[in-house]
Structures are given as C-alpha cells and as structure tokens.
C-alpha cells in the first residue's frame, strides 16, 4: 500500500513527513513533525507502518539528513538487529517438547544483563574491533569509566542476547522448514557510546542550522571533530553488533546439533541493522540516511520483520521504493508501553497469547506479551509498495532476555 497520510511542508513546520501507515497517534506525529523542521532534513522524512513515539525521534521513521547526523535519532542500542538462517530439517524432525532445547539455548547464550563467564569470542573476531576500539577510547577516554571492567566486558558480552525485546526463536515457514531467528544489538558498550554522544550533541552549541526544538534531537555538524569520531564509533558499535549476532548464532546452531539430527545450512544468514545509520545516495544527493526501527529494503534485498513472540514473522525481499529511502518496518510496533501492558494484562492473557509456543509465561516478559504491539498483518499490508514476502514464520520456540 502506498503512502497514505503526508504531513505537508505547507502547513509551516519544514519538510514532507510521509507515513505509510494511518495506524499513528498524535505523540508520534508531534514528535515527526518536530523532526521536519531542522533544516538540515532531504527532502523529507518517511515513516514506517510501525510507527510509535520514540526519544526524540520515533522509531519506525526513515530520516536523512545533509551534513548533520543526530545522535538520538540512532539512539542507544546502535546495531541492534536480526538474524536468521534456515536449516536443513522439516518441522516433523524437531522433539514434541522444545524444553529441553530451550533450556539448553539459555544456558549457553547469556540474556538479560548476564555475559559469558569467559571470552567465547573467537581472537579473529575480537581482535580487529579491539584495535579500532583503542583509538576511539585513546580519544574519548570517558567511556572507559562507562563500562565496568571495560575491556573485559564488552569482550564478554560477545555472543550475548540482552534483554527487552531481543529474543531467539525457532521458527517454521510455510514449507514446513525449520529456521533460527535471534534479534539483538550492540550491548553494554554500544548503549554507551550512544549515551555519551548524545550528552556530547546535547551540549554542543547547535548554531550552524539553527533552532532546534527538541533537545533530543540534538545534532554534530558535518565537519567538526565530534561528528568525525560519532561516525567512527557509531560504526565500530554497528560492527559489534553484527558480530555480536554471528557468534550469537554460532553457538546457538552448535547446541542444536547436539539436540537434533544432523542438518546442514540451505540458506545464508540474513544479518540486518534496524537502529542505524550509514552513507547513502537519495533523490541524486549524498545523505547520512538513519533508520531508526527500519530496515534497508534496496531493490532484491533480503530482510526480516518479526511479529510479536505469539505471532507470525516475515522473510521479505525489497522492492527499492524511494519514497521509503528504500527502506521498511523492523517489525509489528508496540502498540502500548511496557508498564501499561504490565497492568492491562494477567499470566492467563500470556498463557493464551503464546499458546503452543515453548517460553517464559512469567511476569518477567509481561512487557512482550503479543497484544502490547501492532497486528503484524497489517503491519504487512501497509508496505506492500516496500517489499514482498518470501516466507511466513511461525514461532515455536522464543526465548526473551
């Protein structure tokens, strides 16, 4: 579905804002319209049918910018993403009790605040991002105070799920083909980086282009050395993030095998950003494009969208559509806060909600229950201008930080 509200330059405050979505409350339309006044905006903003109020800027919005990047647009889970990879065996083959797998899974890879007891990360996938890394900390030697036990830590987190809404699961596709999915980020150190830039923009006299009505969107100008080293952390923090995935599922696929029969990997692993920002070519402009809650969707491209944990989950290719800067959902969008979906719902609700599907149904991951978020189906509906669907997943296992 095409576009289907724009908020127009006319009415007086900046840019296009086009949404692909009706689905949008007034918060996150306030925050969007905000978000189109900085004058460093080409040539408008895009909106994703997942969109809901965010810091700052809402996540499920699309934003580039010429000669400025905001750092609270990226946000603090810098990297965070999916993926997933398809296995060779049919849904017949797995147990008809996954607790044990489950179980085996959250012994292995840490969730929550818990990292790995010793570095499990191979020395080649460490030791670049710890050479990049030392030049950063050479220059910003604050964030060694950010992180406790610094190097060990961010070392350890390696491998390592986090919390909130980051999750693994098993999946089934419409084939009746097994898959493993997992969304995580950049960890401990990535959510420092990011705070402490956005602090630095915060503090940064916001003169070049002019006002900005929000202290959230705070921005480095092209230029200036605090824009030259957010570039280069942000990216090492992008990097981890991806690695963090890799070894994530390295670990995971080897507890599998012990558990299932042998299988072989029939498709490569679609690893994506959805909290990011990069370098990109737009309506015949060089632009700093973030994707706050948004994947890349270039024409052919592979990427994930994943429902809530009782939902259905997608596989989609791109269809490069330019009015999205080629982009889509990150997934279904919450729906409510954590803390009113803690008081709107009991254990029952949960119980029901994730019927069939093997994980928590503890007060712990009340926050995710699936009513909390956006009906992923027509999440779906209103990006079929921005994507197609390849496979349909089904959850049969998830497990939450």
Not at 129 to 156: C, E, Y
């Amino acid at each position: 579905m095409a576009i289907q509200l724009t908020l127009n330059a006319n009415s007086g405050y900046g840019v296009p804002v086009n949404i692909f979505t009706r689905d949008i409350d007034d918060t996150a339309i306030e925050q969007l319209k905000k978000v189109a006044q900085l004058q460093f905006i080409y040539p408008h903003v895009a909106v994703m049918p997942d969109v809901h109020q965010g810091i700052g800027a809402t996540v499920g919005c699309v934003i580039a910018t010429k000669n400025a990047i905001i750092p609270a647009a990226v946000g603090v889970d810098i990297g965070c993403g999916m993926n997933a990879i398809r296995l060779g065996l049919k849904a017949a083959q797995l147990p008809d009790d996954l607790r044990k797998i489950r179980s085996d899974i959250e012994r292995t890879v840490p969730v929550g605040f818990n990292h790995h007891s010793q570095i499990k990360a191979r020395a080649s996938s460490i030791d670049p991002l710890a050479r990049r890394l030392s030049v950063i900390t050479d220059k910003h030697p604050g964030l060694l105070r950010m992180l406790r036990n610094f190097d060990r830590t961010w070392q350890k987190q390696l491998g390592t799920l986090g919390g909130g809404n980051h999750f693994i699961e098993l999946c089934i596709d419409e084939q009746d083909d097994v898959w493993v999915m997992l969304h995580s980020g950049s960890r401990g150190l990535g959510n420092c980086i990011g705070t402490y830039f956005i602090e630095r923009a915060k503090k940064e006299a916001q003169s070049r282009f002019g006002h900005v009505p929000d202290k959230d969107l705070s921005y480095f100008a092209e230029g200036s050395a605090n824009f030259d080293d957010y570039v280069e952390e942000v990216h090492w923090a992008q990097d981890y993030a991806m690695e963090n995935r890799r070894e994530m599922m390295r670990l995971i696929l080897a507890k599998l095998r012990v558990h299932l029969p042998p299988f072989q990997l029939t498709k490569e692993a679609i690893n994506c950003h959805h909290n990011y920002v990069q370098q990109e070519s737009h309506f015949g402009e060089s632009v700093y494009v973030t994707r706050k809650g948004a994947i890349s969707a270039q024409a052919g491209e592979l990427g994930i969208i994943p429902g809530s944990m009782g939902a259905k989950s997608y596989i989609v290719r791109g269809k490069g559509n330019e009015m999205s800067f080629c982009s889509c959902s990150h997934g279904a969008g919450r729906r409510m806060s954590r803390n009113k979906a803690k008081d709107s719902f009991t254990l029952d609700d949960l119980a029901q909600q994730t019927a069939g599907i093997e994980c928590r149904k503890d007060k712990g991951v009340m926050d995710e229950i699936p009513a909390a978020y956006k009906d992923i189906d027509q999440v779906m509906a209103n990006q079929t201008d921005l994507v197609e669907v390849i496979h349909t997943l089904r959850q049969v296992m998830c497990i939450k930080g």
